[in-house]
T-cell receptor, first 107, second 114 residues
């Protein structure tokens, strides 16, 4: 049983396209995190959400607590956005992670 | 501000040995959490320390342990290594505990058990 489900698993887009990655979870959470991992392992925290919507540059993250669903949007995608995007939820005493979405943006 | 520093970056050990990994958090961050990442299981939460106390623990056997020092630096120990312990071990620091503030990850320690 996976507490966090992400879709799609793999995504290929042309440069400039609008991208959406989805995350559904089945547990009660105190916060949801979107993480970015580039080849080589380094992980960067993109957003931490407990409600509503956040925007940073070309990235937008939304969360619907009632539906237990979050989305990460990338506007005007660029090859440097190519990475694995991971959704993580914190229940207050545990972290659960999605399996990640591997994004490739083609010039 | 210096980032999260993990040492060593790479480690090769033999089955049955033990290993200690180190994590130095961002200055001022009192929470340090540890994670294991493998191709098969993905990212999994190991434990979290805040102000020298273990706050939370994931579903790992007792061979995995950790501690935090008064300067917030943390160590993770794995005893009686098994082949399945080969993984990337990541730590993250944050100002507040329990994932309620953004996480800052180190570059990880890649452990290979032969």
């Amino acid at each position: 049983k996976n507490e966090v489900e992400q879709s799609p698993q793999n995504l290929t887009a042309q440069e400039g396209e609008f991208i959406t990655i989805n995350c559904s979870y089945s547990v009660g959470i105190s916060a949801l995190h979107w993480l970015q991992q580039h080849p080589g392992g380094g992980i960067v925290s993109l957003f931490m959400l407990s409600s509503g919507k956040k925007k940073h540059g070309r990235l937008i993250a939304t969360i619907n607590i009632q539906e237990k669903h979050s989305s990460l949007h990338i506007t005007a995608s660029h090859p440097r956005d190519s990475a694995v995007y991971i959704c993580a939820v914190n229940t207050g005493n545990q972290f659960y992670f999605g399996t990640g979405t591997s994004l490739t943006v083609i010039p | 501000k210096a980032g999260v520093t993990q040492t060593p970056r790479y480690l090769i050990k033999t089955r049955g040995q033990q290993v200690t990994l180190s994590c130095s958090p961002i200055s001022g961050h009192r929470s340090v959490s540890w994670y294991q990442q493998t191709p098969g299981q993905g990212l999994q939460f190991l434990f979290e320390y805040f102000s020298e106390t273990q706050r939370n623990k994931g579903n790992f056997p007792g061979r995995f342990s950790g501690r935090q020092f008064s300067n917030s630096r943390s160590e993770m120990n794995v005893s009686t290594l098994e082949l399945g312990d080969s993984a990337l071990y990541l730590c993250a620091s944050s100002p507040q505990p329990e994932g309620n503030s953004p996480l800052h990850f180190g570059n990880g320690t890649r452990l290979t058990v032969t």
